[in-house]
């Protein structure tokens, strides 16, 4: 996920934070005369403020972002602990939180090491549960699942000692070794299990699934290429689709025609990512990557064109190209700058992974 989208939250939610105080003391501190705030009062006192507040906010995350070395920043869990306790002390103030305490590199490997183990212990207990063995059965595989995940173990003994710093690649250390893993699981699991296992390690993920998955353990070639792409959807389809509220708007759309159009920009998403199966990480923000998205978007208008018309795709592209809309990165688009005391519609992020393999890298 895009990590300026955690950045541009905890700034918003602090700028309404603020604004949320500013308003609890005009309404009950002037005097001895508790001062109701209406809609109209706040808007005439307050959104201006709190516009400008935005626009400065807006152009100070533009040049963070363009700063080398931003996205690793935000790879540090530490890092997105403080921004967190930030917002939350700014939007209660006053309210004593505890500050997180800071890591040393040696906390943040074994803490990284320990989440690439339990994610691993998590996908093993579905699997099991796909099984349906008795426990006799399981204690017989379990020895090979251990095996199979000896390589990620090895890589993860290193970067909690420090003899590396970057988290492991699951996929391309047990890939090599998984075509034995299989074989050995087929012919002790009986053919029932072992439908049930190659069927659930084929499935998709249901619902989002931050950390390393069962894919990235139990795919290879391209069923894991499509399994990227497939969580790719999952994890921007909330944010894409948060900020379609603004599209609807202008259209004017009935239940049936808004459903038709969401499905249409949901397939969209899948086809642009698709066009990064073979990339080694999902750019929206490069020249090529752009050049990528638009390709597939000319086919999406077209489809749209048939649902809404020449007026409807019309209103649809400068939805998509109107400044401050952060979706547009989703159709080849560069996000343009905010017009000066505009409020950017909000979108809706969803939850941060941790770094490392198991992600799509955006």
């Given at each position: 996920?895009?990590?300026?989208?955690?950045?541009?939250?905890?700034?918003?939610?602090?700028?309404?934070?603020?604004?949320?105080?500013?308003?609890?003391?005009?309404?009950?501190?002037?005097?001895?005369?508790?001062?109701?705030?209406?809609?109209?009062?706040?808007?005439?006192?307050?959104?201006?403020?709190?516009?400008?507040?935005?626009?400065?906010?807006?152009?100070?995350?533009?040049?963070?972002?363009?700063?080398?070395?931003?996205?690793?920043?935000?790879?540090?869990?530490?890092?997105?602990?403080?921004?967190?306790?930030?917002?939350?002390?700014?939007?209660?103030?006053?309210?004593?939180?505890?500050?997180?305490?800071?890591?040393?590199?040696?906390?943040?490997?074994?803490?990284?090491?320990?989440?690439?183990?339990?994610?691993?212990?998590?996908?093993?207990?579905?699997?099991?549960?796909?099984?349906?063995?008795?426990?006799?059965?399981?204690?017989?595989?379990?020895?090979?699942?251990?095996?199979?995940?000896?390589?990620?173990?090895?890589?993860?003994?290193?970067?909690?000692?420090?003899?590396?710093?970057?988290?492991?690649?699951?996929?391309?250390?047990?890939?090599?070794?998984?075509?034995?893993?299989?074989?050995?699981?087929?012919?002790?699991?009986?053919?029932?299990?072992?439908?049930?296992?190659?069927?659930?390690?084929?499935?998709?993920?249901?619902?989002?699934?931050?950390?390393?998955?069962?894919?990235?353990?139990?795919?290879?070639?391209?069923?894991?290429?499509?399994?990227?792409?497939?969580?790719?959807?999952?994890?921007?389809?909330?944010?894409?689709?948060?900020?379609?509220?603004?599209?609807?708007?202008?259209l004017a759309l009935d239940a049936q025609k808004k459903e038709e159009v969401e499905a249409v920009i949901k397939a969209h998403?899948?086809?642009?990512?698709?066009?990064?199966?073979?990339?080694?990480?999902?750019?929206?923000?490069?020249?090529?990557?752009?050049?990528?998205?638009?390709?597939?978007?000319?086919?999406?208008?077209?489809?749209?064109?048939?649902?809404?018309?020449?007026?409807?795709?019309?209103?649809?592209?400068?939805w998509k190209s109107a400044p401050g809309n952060r979706a547009a990165v989703y159709f080849g688009e560069a996000v343009k700058?905010?017009?000066?005391?505009?409020?950017?519609?909000?979108?809706?992020?969803?939850?941060?992974?941790?770094?490392?393999?198991?992600?799509?890298?955006?």
């Amino acid at each position: 996920m895009n990590k300026a989208l955690i950045v541009g939250a905890v700034l918003l939610g602090a700028v309404l934070g603020v604004g949320g105080y500013h308003l609890a003391v005009c309404g009950a501190g002037k005097g001895s005369t508790r001062v109701e705030s209406s809609p109209s009062s706040f808007q005439q006192a307050d959104l201006a403020e709190i516009r400008k507040h935005l626009a400065a906010i807006e152009t100070r995350l533009a040049k963070v972002e363009a700063k080398p070395g931003f996205n690793e920043v935000l790879d540090d869990p530490t890092m997105r602990e403080r921004l967190a306790a930030a917002m939350v002390e700014a939007r209660n103030p006053g309210m004593v939180t505890p500050r997180p305490p800071v890591q040393g590199p040696e906390a943040w490997r074994e803490g990284m090491a320990a989440r690439y183990r339990a994610d691993y212990a998590k996908v093993l207990d579905e699997a099991r549960k796909a099984l349906k063995v008795d426990e006799a059965k399981w204690k017989e595989v379990q020895p090979v699942f251990e095996k199979h995940f000896a390589p990620v173990d090895a890589a993860l003994k290193d970067l909690a000692t420090g003899k590396s710093s970057a988290p492991p690649k699951i996929n391309d250390l047990v890939a090599p070794g998984l075509p034995a893993t299989l074989s050995t699981l087929q012919k002790l699991l009986g053919p029932e299990a072992w439908q049930a296992f190659d069927s659930w390690r084929k499935a998709e993920e249901q619902g989002l699934a931050w950390g390393a998955g069962k894919g990235d353990y139990f795919l290879d070639g391209d069923e894991f290429k499509s399994y990227q792409v497939k969580r790719a959807v999952q994890m921007h389809w909330p944010v894409l689709q948060g900020s379609l509220s603004p599209l609807y708007e202008r259209l004017a759309l009935d239940a049936q025609k808004k459903e038709e159009v969401e499905a249409v920009i949901k397939a969209h998403l899948s086809k642009a990512f698709e066009a990064f199966k073979d990339a080694p990480r999902i750019d929206l923000q490069s020249d090529d990557g752009r050049a990528k998205v638009k390709s597939a978007s000319a086919a999406t208008e077209a489809e749209l064109g048939k649902i809404l018309g020449t007026d409807g795709l019309q209103k649809f592209r400068e939805w998509k190209s109107a400044p401050g809309n952060r979706a547009a990165v989703y159709f080849g688009e560069a996000v343009k700058a905010p017009q000066p005391g505009a409020v950017r519609p909000p979108t809706a992020p969803g939850p941060r992974p941790g770094s490392g393999e198991g992600h799509p890298q955006f």
